[in-house]
Every structure is written in C-alpha cells, then in structure tokens.
T-cell receptor, first 116, second 114 residues
Framework: AQTVTQSQPEMSVQEAETVTLSCTYD???????LFWYKQPPSRQMILVIR??????QNATENRFSVNFQKAAKSFSLKISDSQLGDTAMYFC?????????????FGKGTRLSVIA | EAQVTQNPRYLITVTGKKLTVTCSQN?????MSWYRQDPGLGLRQIYY???????DKGDVPEGYKVSRKEKRNFPLILESPSPNQTSLYFCASSQSTGTGETQYFGPGTRLLVL
C-alpha cells in the first residue's frame, strides 16, 4: 500500500519570504501522480499543483513550484513570495496510474502560517 | 460554474437517527468519491463510484451506504449514525480514472453525532 509522509506538522514564514514544505511517499509503482492540495480555514480542498511521475520537469504554477525527486520518492512544495492568503493546511497526495478506483492517498498535512 | 456541491454544510444529530448527505456535480464526471477527514489522519476514502449504478467500498466503509442512480448525484447515507462518525466529509469527482485526472472537491460537510 502507498503511504505519504509529511514530516512538518506546522511551519511559519514571513510575508514575502519563501518556504518549502516536505513530502515523501512510499510506493512500488512506476507510474503515478502527485498533488498538493491547500485547505484554508474555510475547509475547502483546493488543488495547488500536480505532477506526473513520468515527467522529469518539475511542475510550476505561478508562485508555487515542486521539487520532484523520483528516486528519492520526494515531492516538496516551494511557495515563493508568501502571502497572507497562503495561510492554510497543505496536504500532499498520491494517486496510482490505474483505471478503476483511484483514491487519493493523503499525508497528514502541514499547517502553514504566513506572518505579516 | 463548474462545481461540486454538498448539503448540508453543517449537521448536528443524535445516535441512531438516519441521515443523508447529498453530493452533486455539474461537470458530467463519471468518477465520484466520498472521503472523511479526521484530525491527525488526513483524508480517507469511504466509498466510490465509477459510473451510474457502479459503486464500491473504499478504505473505511463501515457504517455508510451510497447510491448512484444519476450521474450527477452521489449521496452518502448513514443509516444509524454513531459518535465515531463525527467528522468532516468531502465529496469529490473527476472526469474519469487512469490518467491522473484532477479530483474536484465539494465544500465539505461537518457532522457531529451526539
């Protein structure tokens, strides 16, 4: 079974600074997908960024980028120019590349606080 | 606007009183899923549906039922709720499976069972 580990339960960053959230995962699969979801105080789950395991190039979405290290099974999220609105719980998630049921396997989350 | 909706958003009930949480999506998605979120445990899948009339258990199905009579709707049924079902529930949907399709989440339903 796949597992996802987020080793930082809480982090804080000053506004406009850069912060990196860590995520490691365990799988025997070769093809899969990785995601970062953001959960603000409203509790809505919002997709931040997505990475296909077969792509070597790291995904980027505006101020959000990932460092995907397939051999190390590591998938960290970098937030540049942090904003107060980035304050949220962040979840790393794994999805197998299969047809049929494809549940997201989530880590336990990292609570990020952006400080003015 | 493309979205997944859930109702109710908040619910307080008592042990044993049957309840239904509705989920509806307007994106013509085939795959739908229910998750529960508990502190320290992240999100775990309860049930899923590959299409109309095709449903199956996820990781934590005990105490829940689902149905998929229409493509857009996927209600979660708690026939006899118990306090250990107090949780935050999310419905999610995606177009299909097999290609890492993004799953879109509803706004969540916070349930308290007394």
């Amino acid at each position: 079974a796949q597992t996802v580990t987020q080793s930082q339960p809480e982090m804080s960053v000053q506004e406009a600074e850069t912060v990196t959230l860590s995520c490691t995962y365990d799988t025997s699969e070769n093809n899969y997908y990785l995601f970062w979801y953001k959960q603000p105080p409203s509790r809505q789950m919002i997709l931040v960024i997505r990475q296909e395991a077969y792509k070597q190039q790291n995904a980027t979405e505006n101020r959000f980028s990932v460092n995907f290290q397939k051999a190390a099974k590591s998938f960290s999220l970098k937030i540049s120019d942090s904003q107060l609105g980035d304050t949220a719980m962040y979840f790393c998630a794994f999805m197998k590349h299969v047809t049929g049921n494809t549940p997201l396997v989530f880590g336990k989350g990292t609570r990020l606080s952006v400080i003015a | 606007e493309a979205q997944v909706t859930q109702n109710p958003r908040y619910l307080i009930t008592v042990t044993g009183k049957k309840l239904t949480v509705t989920c509806s999506q307007n994106m013509n998605h085939e795959y739908m899923s229910w998750y529960r979120q508990d502190p320290g445990l992240g999100l775990r899948q309860i049930y899923y549906s590959m299409n109309v009339e095709v449903t199956d258990k996820g990781d934590v199905p005990e105490g829940y039922k689902v149905s998929r009579k229409e493509k857009r709707n996927f209600p979660l049924i708690l026939e006899s709720p118990s306090p250990n079902q107090t949780s935050l529930y999310f419905c999610a949907s995606s177009q299909s499976t097999g290609t890492g399709e993004t799953q879109y989440f509803g706004p969540g339903t916070r349930l308290l069972v007394l």
